[in-house]
């Protein structure tokens, strides 16, 4: 997929996922710096420190919830002279399409993306992945990080041991609790920060993508939510890459998931200005 017309927008924006930094982001920020585009990749608020710093002490995000860290993207995108094209993984993926439902972006990208409201599709791998938090009422209130096995079954379950712990040791951080418990809670409540309407025809073209062997975010739940949009006269579509765990931004093979969610992205970003 490829166009040759000049790009609608030069700014990509990049929005990470829980346990994760802007650092797992570094393979894509490469490669679409090499394609001419100027990449921006904030942190969540609080996460901005040293990765180090950040796991000796998590209480700067013990309190962090949805709405803090969509306002936070919201304040940035509005901030820029055009409107971007947005990626996000895992959570930063639901944090996509919230902002392309509040009119932000030229067209959206969400990778592996958590459930927002209204998707109850919970697969056994997905519910085992977030135990780890939900497990203790009282990690609505910390940071929790992930052992290294855990990490292995929820991120990197198509890799060797050996390989997850290198993975591990370089990306994963303590991932605040609450984002978890918001979003598993979201269709029991009527102001839940990952709600959107799935009836909008006004928002920016939408790809969701999903990996075959994820556990966090099963595909089963980005097909679900790629139904859900059906309702909606924009445009929505779904793109499934085989043996993708949830570490597909690093995974052996990253490099065409990255230029599939560009050129799709730029594409579209170019009709929807044409239109």
């Known amino acids: 997929m490829s166009t040759d017309r000049p790009p609608a927008t030069d700014t990509v924006v990049l929005i990470h996922g829980l346990w994760m930094t802007p650092l797992s982001w570094e393979h894509w920020i490469d490669r679409f710096h090499g394609r001419g585009f100027r990449v921006l990749a904030p942190a969540w608020p609080g996460m901005e420190i040293d990765i180090e710093q950040l796991r000796a002490d998590p209480s700067p995000i013990a309190h962090l919830g949805i709405e803090e860290i969509v306002d936070h993207y919201d304040a940035i995108i509005r901030g820029m002279a055009e409107p971007p094209i947005i990626m996000g993984h895992s959570f ?43 497990k203790n009422p009282a ?29 591990y040791e370089r990306y994963a951080v303590p991932g605040p609790g609450r984002v978890l418990f918001q979003a598993a809670f979201a269709n029991f409540n009527p102001h839940a920060p990952t709600r959107v309407d799935f009836h909008n025809g006004d928002r920016a073209p939408l790809l969701l993508i999903g990996g075959g062997s ?43 998931v990255a230029d599939y969610a560009l050129d799709w992205a730029v594409e579209h970003a170019a009709n929807r200005v044409a239109a």
Do not use: C, M
């Not at 639901?94 to 998707?119: C, H, M, N, Q, Y």
């Not at 940071?143 to 290198?166: C, G, I, K």
């Not at 949009?229 to 690093?250: D, I, M, N």
């Open 92 to 134: 930063g993926g639901a944090v996509t399409e919230v902002l392309l439902d509040r009119g932000l972006g030229i067209a959206g990208v969400a990778i592996d993306a958590a459930p927002v409201k209204g998707v109850a599709r919970l697969p056994f791998a997905q519910l085992k992945s977030s135990f780890p938090v939900l």
């Open 139 to 167: 990690n609505n209130h910390r940071a929790v990080p992930l052992t290294p096995s855990e990490f292995h079954y929820a991120f990197t379950n198509t890799l060797s041991d050996e390989d997850s712990q290198r993975v």
């Open 214 to 256: 994820d556990h966090t975010v099963p595909a089963a739940v980005d097909r679900s939510t790629a139904k859900h949009y059906r309702k909606s006269p924009a445009v929505t579509e779904y793109k499934e890459f085989p043996g993708r765990s949830h570490f597909t931004l690093g995974q052996d093979g990253w490099e065409e």
